[in-house]
């Protein structure tokens, strides 16, 4: 309201010195007069919604304000979750890493023993066969020896004389302490 009467005083101020004059000074104080009106008329009809507008104007850009402060609040504490699981993901990926590092150092020592046994076993069985085939040679040596022997005797048995054969039955019999009569 002090603005209407401030306005008004400075229109009518000028106007006032001016009416003192001519005619055209009374055409310009009605001139002056039909804007007073028309410019109490505007501010009458249009202050209110001009004002209302630039309040709501001025609450909505606060309100703004604030959304975007809690929007900024809500992405930091996001950002942040991110960066917490992220930083778990990657320690729980080191752990995965370790612990298949230590199943495969397991599965190599599994294996390497598994290989250490097998060996063992089979310097077992290959010390087995080669006692058997060398007991199986050693009675194919003896068995030959023997055949060998057999033939020889018998060779020799056949050249000898029926007296020749009695001395060496005596001396067998004797030797095993029978009495040899024939």
């Known amino acids: 309201m ?13 106007t006032l010195a001016f ?33 209302n507008y630039f309040k709501n104007r001025k609450k909505q850009v606060f309100q703004e304000v604030e959304d975007a402060k809690a929007a900024n ?28 590092r230590q199943m495969g150092e397991k599965e190599k020592e599994d294996y390497a023993n598994a290989a250490k046994d097998l060996e063992e076993i089979f310097k077992k069985r290959l010390e087995q066969e080669k006692a058997m085939i060398l007991n199986k040679a050693y009675k194919n040596f003896i068995n030959q020896i023997i055949s060998r022997a057999i033939l020889k ?12 054969l009695r001395s060496i039955n005596q001396r067998y019999f004797e030797s095993l302490g029978v009495k040899y009569d024939k």
């Open 73 to 100: 609040q809500e992405a930091r504490n996001t950002l942040d979750e991110v960066q917490k699981k992220l930083s778990a993901l990657s320690s729980e990926i080191d752990n995965i890493i370790k612990i298949y």
């Open 153 to 164: 005797a018998k060779e020799q048995f056949s050249s000898l004389n029926e007296s020749d």
């Open 19 to 51: 009416a003192s004059s001519s005619e055209a000074s009374a055409h310009m104080l009605w001139r002056v007069v039909d804007f007073v009106i028309f410019a109490s008329l505007i501010v009458y009809f249009v202050k209110k919604p001009i004002v």
């Open 2 to 14: 002090k603005f209407i009467y401030s306005l008004l005083i400075l229109i009518f101020a000028p």
